[in-house]
Structure formats: C-alpha cells, structure tokens
Nanobody
Framework: QIELVESGGGSVQSGGSLRLSCKYSGSIVFIADMAWYRQSAGKERELVAKISRDGTTTYLDSVKGRFTISKDKNEAKLRLQMSRLEPEDTAVYYC????????????????WGQGTQVTVSS
C-alpha cells in the first residue's frame, strides 16, 4: 500500500513558477516509477513527467525545458518544479506511483494522490 499527498498548487500569472510536492509513504521500497499527470476540463488525463527508479526522466513535449521532476528520497517527496507557466498548463495535477506487488506474478499497481489545482492566468 502507498499513500500520496500532494501540495503546492495555486494560481499564478503567465510566466510565473510553482513547485508541486508529493509526500509518499507506506511500502515505498516497492515503488517503481513515479510521475506527475494532469487533467484539464474536458480532456483526458495526460502524463506530464516521469522519473524511473534509476533516475531516468521523461517529459511531455510541451513542458520540456520548463518543468523539472525530481525525487527526494530523504524526505520521501516527489517534486515538480514548473517555470514559465502558460495558461495551457492550467489543470489538476496528480501524483502517481507504480507499486510492484511483491508476489507472483508481480503486477504493477497504480496509486494516485488527491490532485492539486494549478491555474495560470494570462
């Protein structure tokens, strides 16, 4: 079992910055990849950034160079530093953790945070 609690959302003007945090707890030794997703009104949830267990990162094309995902193992926090925010970044942002169930066939199970609203005004 994994628990994820996000914080750090809010409202900013275009060009501003925000940092999202996701405190994770529980059976964290079995966490594989972690990621941030977002969902805006009328759209499907999309992957924004992912960090693999080995530290490899991937990003949605539209946020490359503006967003940075990181994982602080000492504080058990996943972070998303967002810079040069645009109105198109407005969405509810969700923290995601892939949990490797430690019994055969070792499936991956997704856990989600409650979401945090990010609003960017022009």
């Amino acid at each position: 079992q994994i628990e994820l609690v996000e914080s750090g959302g809010g409202s900013v003007q275009s060009g501003g910055s925000l940092r999202l945090s996701c405190k994770y707890s529980g059976s964290i030794v079995f966490i594989a990849d972690m990621a941030w997703y977002r969902q805006s009104a009328g759209k499907e949830r999309e992957l924004v950034a992912k960090i693999s267990r080995d530290g490899t990162t991937t990003y949605l094309d539209s946020v490359k160079g503006r967003f940075t995902i990181s994982k602080d193992k000492n504080e058990a926090k996943l972070r998303l530093q967002m810079s040069r925010l645009e109105p198109e970044d407005t969405a509810v942002y969700y923290c995601n953790a892939q949990y490797l169930v430690p019994s055969p066939p070792f499936p991956l199970r997704d856990y989600w945070g409650q979401g945090t609203q990010v609003t960017v005004s022009s």
